[in-house]
């Protein structure tokens, strides 16, 4: 039996040319990502990834355009699954309520799961800001196609 794991992103990119990061820690794991995870079966691409980031930023978003989808094997950092990851560009419906930080792993809250956001411009992002081999050939991409 082969596992997969299919996941869904949303690059956010505001007026400054910065996108968005999520900055996480589960279970005493530390990790940051492009905001999004995994799809719930049942579930379509863009209704999960709108789901994700209601849960994740409390925000409603439209999605522009595909980005990216892996194009090479990746398992999963937490279990022995297949990765497959699809990236959208999205923008927000409304104004984002978030608290944004500066430092990598600012947490507010305390508990197993926490986040926190963080605008890191295009023109200054490197692999290390991401933890995951798709996000961080996501971040080549951008860099490449100087997305804004």
Sequence with gaps: MYLFNVRVYGL???ENNEVL???EEEYGIRFSKFPGGGL????GLIEGLKREFVEECNVDVDVLSHFYTTDFFCKSAFNES???SIYYL???I????LRFKQVVFDFDNEGDIKQAFRWKKISALELED???PT???????LKEKNIS
């Design 12 to 14: 956010l990119i505001n």
């Design 21 to 23: 990061i999520s900055d």
């Design 40 to 43: 719930e079966y049942g579930e």
């Design 82 to 84: 297949q990765i497959i």
């Design 90 to 92: 999205v923008k927000p």
């Design 94 to 97: 409304n104004e984002l309520q």
């Design 130 to 132: 991401v933890t995951f």
């Design 135 to 141: 996000d961080q050939r996501v971040v080549k991409l």
